[in-house]
């Protein structure tokens, strides 16, 4: 095995088994503790039930995906380019930042309605509310590990004569990757959180449509069930990150 992908790999290994203990003893509690069906089933019946009628859940994984990735993409650009255009602005920084700000103290169910309403149930409507709570994070810790460059390596620099945009992109985006990947690993889980809350305002295929059917439904496994399949997307689109993070911020050791 490569030797960059090994740690990668045991990091998968070491969090299925965590998964299987973790299996094992919801099975045993719900057995042993006679906890009624109705409160928390018994997850071999959830699976059973997710074996039974696949169609509908890998439907809602592959859409509720499409969106959360396509959300995560734009916030992380956007996010990055801010970040780039702040550092070399104060006067900007100034101006807009404080926009940034109040922007997020809007509740993501009001911007959602409005996004919905504006581009009606389709799958830039919802991956602009994932946007809506990406690109802020990956912003902020753009512009804090730009300025928490080593100011020697970049004067070093200078007096070879580099340029601005030699010195962006050979030192301090380098240097800032590890604090952009911190929030990009935040931001994996706040664009699922958007894109689920967005198929909340009314569609057909997703896993946020699967969690309000089966609770309007009072269907315990089968919103149990949709908990599990978001769970295993969110889990997944995260250890898709952290790989990436190893692969390109080779030099740090931890996660």
């Excluded at 039974?52 to 859940?57: A, I, L, Q, R």
């Excluded at 300025?147 to 070093?156: G, H, P, Y």
């Excluded at 315990?220 to 990436?244: K, N």
Aim: include cysteine.
């Amino acid at each position: 095995m490569n030797a960059a992908l090994r740690p990668a790999a045991m990091t998968a290994l070491r969090g299925a088994a965590a998964l299987l203990a973790a299996g094992i003893l919801w099975e045993a509690l719900v057995v042993l503790a006679g906890i009624r069906p109705d409160y928390l089933p018994r997850l071999s019946d959830i699976l059973a039930l997710i074996a039974t009628v696949p169609e509908p859940y890998v439907e809602g994984f592959l859409r509720t995906a499409s969106e959360t990735v396509l959300g995560f993409a734009l916030g992380a650009v956007v996010g990055v380019v801010n970040g780039v255009l702040f550092k070399q602005s104060r006067l900007l920084r100034e101006l807009v930042f404080p926009l940034f700000v109040i922007s997020q103290t809007i509740p993501v169910i009001a911007f959602g309605a409005v996004v919905v309403l504006w581009f009606g149930n389709t799958v830039f409507a919802k991956a602009l509310i994932a946007f809506y709570l990406t690109f802020f994070p990956v912003t902020v810790n753009t512009v804090h590990g730009l300025e928490s460059v080593d100011r020697l390596q970049v004067n070093l620099l200078r007096s070879f004569g580099a340029s601005r945009l030699q010195l962006l992109l050979r030192l301090e985006l380098p240097a800032a990757l590890p604090q952009i990947f911190v929030a990009l690993r935040l931001a994996c889980t706040l664009s699922l959180l958007g894109a689920i809350a967005g198929e909340w305002f009314g569609d057909t295929v997703g896993l946020g449509v699967l969690l309000l059917q089966a609770m309007y439904n009072e269907q315990v496994p089968a919103l149990w069930a949709a908990i599990l399949v978001c769970g295993l997307l969110g889990t997944s689109f995260y250890g898709l990150v952290a790989l990436v993070e190893r692969r390109a911020v080779f030099w740090r050791t931890e996660l």
